[in-house]
Antibody, heavy 121, light 107 residues
Framework: QVQLQESGPGLVKPSQTLSLTCTVS??????????WSWIRQHPGKGLEWIGY???????YYNPSLKSRVTISVDTSKNQFSLKLSSVTAADTAVYYC?????????????WGQGTLVTVSS | DIQMTQSPSSLSASVGDRVTITCQAS??????LNWYQQKPGKAPKLLIY???NLETGVPSRFSGSGSGTDFTFTISSLQPEDIATYYC?????????FGQGTKVEIK
């Protein structure tokens, strides 16, 4: 059973870079076949897909965030990370990491518990 | 991006009632649609994949149907533990997008 756990600062100042890490247990990122995603949820709102990474390092980002997003993977630590630059209050959200069970990289069976990131000075 | 429109945005029903939520895509997405349940303070949980397939371990009172642009999610007999917000999600086109959610409450 794969488990995901987000970690990182809960408060980020405007214009700075938001950095989060997702630690994977119960499975190996480098085993292949799975895509590792970030999804966020603004307070009281719906879900927004941020992007994903494959263990090889290939990525795809939501075009709406692409200029500010970097997702990276550290297979030695079984972790993947999210960086979002030049944040504003509009980036305040609960950030989830997620992955799939079957072949479909957009079918999220496993989720972290989510971490609230507030952008404020 | 493909827009997903759910209706209603909220509903109130009695225990045992049949509950139906609809999700409309802004263009044809075949059957590339998932349904999730999210309880307050928790991560979403996958209930239905590929429009009509019940995820392992999910009670059979949950079901999904549809293809193309129009989809339906049904709870055949509402239970108290079904109180949650339900989201549809398309993955036919990138980026995957979600509906705005339907909040289900007990009357």
């Amino acid at each position: 059973q794969v488990q995901l756990q987000e970690s990182g600062p809960g408060l980020v100042k405007p214009s700075q870079t938001l950095s989060l890490t997702c630690t994977v247990s119960g499975g190996s990122i480098s085993s292949g076949g799975y895509y590792w995603s970030w999804i966020r949820q603004h307070p009281g709102k719906g879900l927004e897909w941020i992007g994903y990474i494959y263990y090889s390092g290939s990525t795809y980002y939501n075009p709406s965030l692409k200029s500010r997003v970097t997702i990276s993977v550290d297979t030695s630590k079984n972790q993947f990370s999210l960086k979002l630059s030049s944040v504003t209050a509009a980036d305040t959200a609960v950030y989830y990491c997620a992955t799939q069970v079957r072949w479909n990289p957009f079918e999220y069976n496993y989720w972290g518990q989510g971490t609230l990131v507030t952008v404020s000075s | 991006d493909i827009q997903m429109t759910q209706s209603p945005s909220s509903l109130s029903a009695s225990v045992g009632d049949r509950v139906t939520i609809t999700c409309q895509a802004s263009q044809d997405i075949s059957n590339y649609l998932n349904w999730y349940q999210q309880k307050p303070g928790k991560a979403p949980k996958l209930l239905i994949y590929d429009a009509s397939n019940l995820e392992t371990g999910v009670p059979s009172r949950f079901s999904g149907s549809g293809s193309g642009t129009d989809f339906t999610f049904t709870i055949s007999s509402l239970q108290p533990e079904d109180i949650a917000t339900y989201y549809c999600q398309q993955y036919d086109n990138l980026p995957p997008t979600f509906g705005q959610g339907t909040k289900v409450e007990i009357k």
